[in-house]
C-alpha cells in the first residue's frame, strides 16, 4: 500500500511539472522582438527616429545651400569655402567614436536625445558667427552633436523584427529626403529677403520638437540586457508588446550579461574591419561629393549647357580675378530640389536588391552605377539632362549609403554594434573631409578631374565587396562576436 502511494504521487508530481512547462521555459530578446512583430509602437518608432534624419539631413545639407551666401560675405576662396564642410565632418568624426562607445556603455538613449540639444544649440549659435573662425568652429560643434544623433539609427535597428528590416529601414530615406527639401526650400524662401542667417534659425525648429517627443522612444532592450539589466528589458518589452496587442513568448527573459561591452578589440576582427575601412568611407566620400558638386556646378556654372540662360552664363573664375557673389538662381534650387527626390525615387528598386540578391550583390551593383554615372556628368547636354543626371546619381549614392548602414548594423554584435556604427561613421567620414577639396576647388580647375576621383573610387569599392565575408539577408543580429 505505501508503495502504491508513493508511486501515485510521484506521478502527480511529474504532470504537475509537464503541465507547468511555462516555468522552465526562457526566451531571448530577440526571441520576443520576433514574437511581438510589427505594429504600433514601430510605427511610432519609425516616425521620431526616422524624423532624427531631418534634422540630421537639414544640418548637413546647409552646408550645400548657405555656401555661395558666405562665400560672398566674406569673400571666401576656394579652399575656404571646402574648409567648412571638412571642419563639420572632422567634429563628427571626433564625436562619432566618443558617441559610440559611450552608448555601448551607457545606453543608446542618452546619447541620441543629448546630439540633439548639443546640434540644435551650436546650430543657433552659427546664425550669430561674426567671423569666418567663429562660423568653421561653431559648424565643426553641430558635426559633433550630428554625430550623436546618428546613433539613432542603431536604437531603431535593434527594435525591428528581422524580416522588416529590409523593407522599413530603406524608407527612412524618405525622412532625410525631407530634411534635404527643406532646407532648400527655407534656402528659396528665406535667404533672399532675411538672408542665410534667419534661415538658420527657423532650420533649428524641428530639433526642439523633436527633443520633446523623444521622451515616448524607450532605451534598446537589447542594450539593458547586455547591460545585465533584464528588468528594464522585460517592462520595455512588455510595453511594446501592449502597444502591438501582442504578447511576449512564454517564459522568462535570460540573456546573460555581455561584460565585453564597447570592447575596441572587437573592431580588430578581420570581418569588421574590412567593413569599417572599404564601405564606409567610399559611401561617404561618393555621397557628399555628389551633393557638393552638384552646388558646385550650378554655383558657379561649370556644366557643359547646350542651351544655357543668362544666369547659368556668369562664370566664377575670370582673367582679372574672381566673382565672389554669384547667389542660387531660383533654377537652381528647381535642380537641387529635385535631384534630393532621387534619394526616394528608386527606394522600391532599393529594397527589392536587399530582399533579393542580399546586401552584398545590392552594393555592389549601386557602386558600379554611380560610377558610371559620375562620368556622365561630363557630357554636355541641356539643363533637363542635367537634371536628370543629377536625380539618378543621387539615387544610387543615397541607395549605396542605405545599404551600408543597414549591414553595418546587422553585422556587429549587440556588444559593440553602437562603437562599429560609431568608428564606421566617424571613419566615413574622412571620405567627407576630402570630398569638399575635390568638389569645391578642384572642380573650378577641371570638372572631369574633379569627377574622376569619385567615380574610380565606387569602381573600386565595388570589386572590393566580394571580400566581404559575411551576408546578413534574413540574419538575426548577434549578441556578441562570433570567433572566427
Not at 564642410?85 to 556603455?105: E, K, P
Not at 569645391?440 to 574622376?452: E, G, H, N, P
Request: glycine share 6%; proline share 4%.
Amino acid at each position: 500500500e505505501l508503495l502504491k502511494n508513493t508511486e501515485v504521487t510521484l506521478n502527480t508530481l511529474k504532470l504537475r511539472i509537464d503541465l507547468s512547462p511555462a516555468a522552465d521555459q526562457t526566451f531571448t530578446v530577440e526571441d520576443a522582438v520576433e514574437t511581438i512583430g510589427f505594429g504600433r509602437f514601430h510605427i511610432l518608432l519609425f516616425v521620431i527616429m526616422g524624423s532624427s534624419n531631418i534634422v540630421e539631413a537639414m544640418e548637413i545639407m546647409l552646408l550645400a545651400v548657405v555656401s555661395p551666401e558666405i562665400r560672398c560675405e566674406w569673400r571666401l576662396d576656394d579652399w575656404q569655402v571646402a574648409l567648412v564642410s571638412t571642419m563639420v565632418f572632422l567634429g563628427f568624426m571626433v564625436c562619432g567614436v566618443l558617441g559610440g562607445y559611450v552608448a555601448d556603455r551607457y545606453g543608446r538613449w542618452k546619447v541620441v536625445c543629448g546630439g540633439f540639444i548639443w546640434s540644435a544649440y551650436f546650430s543657433l549659435l552659427t546664425s550669430f558667427a561674426p567671423s569666418y573662425g567663429w562660423f568653421i568652429f561653431l559648424r565643426s560643434m553641430v558635426g559633433c552633436g550630428v554625430a550623436g544623433v546618428s546613433q539613432g539609427f542603431v536604437l531603431k535597428t535593434e527594435f525591428i523584427p528581422a524580416k522588416h528590416r529590409a523593407f522599413l529601414l530603406p524608407l527612412a530615406t524618405i525622412f532625410w529626403m525631407t530634411g534635404s527639401m527643406l532646407i532648400i526650400i527655407l534656402g528659396m524662401l528665406v535667404v533672399p529677403t532675411l538672408g542665410w542667417r534667419w534661415m538658420i534659425r527657423i532650420s533649428v525648429t524641428p530639433s526642439v520638437v523633436l527633443i520633446f517627443l523623444f521622451k515616448f522612444i524607450p532605451e534598446s532592450a537589447r542594450y539593458n540586457v547586455s547591460a545585465g539589466n533584464v528588468d528594464a528589458a522585460v517592462q520595455t518589452l512588455q510595453q511594446i508588446a501592449r502597444m502591438n496587442r501582442s504578447s511576449l513568448p512564454a517564459g522568462r527573459l535570460v540573456e546573460p550579461a555581455v561584460t565585453e561591452r564597447g570592447s575596441w578589440r572587437i573592431l580588430l576582427n578581420s570581418s569588421f574591419r574590412r567593413t569599417s575601412i572599404l564601405l564606409w568611407f567610399v559611401a561617404s566620400f561618393s555621397y557628399y561629393g555628389s551633393v557638393l558638386s552638384s552646388s558646385e556646378l550650378l554655383e558657379k556654372n561649370l556644366l557643359c549647357v547646350t542651351n544655357p540662360d543668362r544666369e547659368h552664363q556668369v562664370k566664377h573664375r575670370h582673367e582679372d580675378g574672381l566673382c565672389y557673389c554669384i547667389p542660387f538662381a531660383f533654377d537652381d534650387y528647381q535642380t537641387l530640389l529635385i535631384s534630393c527626390l532621387g534619394e526616394i525615387a528608386l527606394v522600391p528598386l532599393n529594397i527589392g536588391l536587399l530582399n533579393v540578391f542580399g546586401r552584398k550583390m545590392s552594393l555592389t551593383v549601386l557602386q558600379l552605377m554611380a560610377a558610371i554615372f559620375f562620368m556622365l556628368v561630363n557630357i554636355c547636354t541641356t539643363m533637363f539632362g542635367f537634371t536628370v543626371l543629377l536625380f539618378l546619381l543621387r539615387s544610387l549614392v543615397s541607395m549605396n549609403f542605405n545599404v551600408v548602414y543597414i549591414y553595418t548594423a546587422e553585422v556587429y554584435p549587440t556588444a559593440a554594434r553602437s562603437l562599429g556604427m560609431g568608428f564606421c561613421t566617424s571613419f566615413s567620414r574622412i571620405g567627407g573631409m576630402i570630398a569638399p577639396f575635390i568638389a569645391q576647388v578642384l572642380m573650378s580647375r577641371s570638372v572631369f578631374l574633379a569627377l574622376s576621383p569619385f567615380s574610380v573610387a565606387c569602381l573600386l569599392c565595388a570589386l572590393g565587396n566580394f571580400l566581404l565575408p559575411i551576408e546578413t539577408r534574413g540574419r538575426a543580429l548577434l549578441r556578441k562576436q562570433i570567433k572566427t
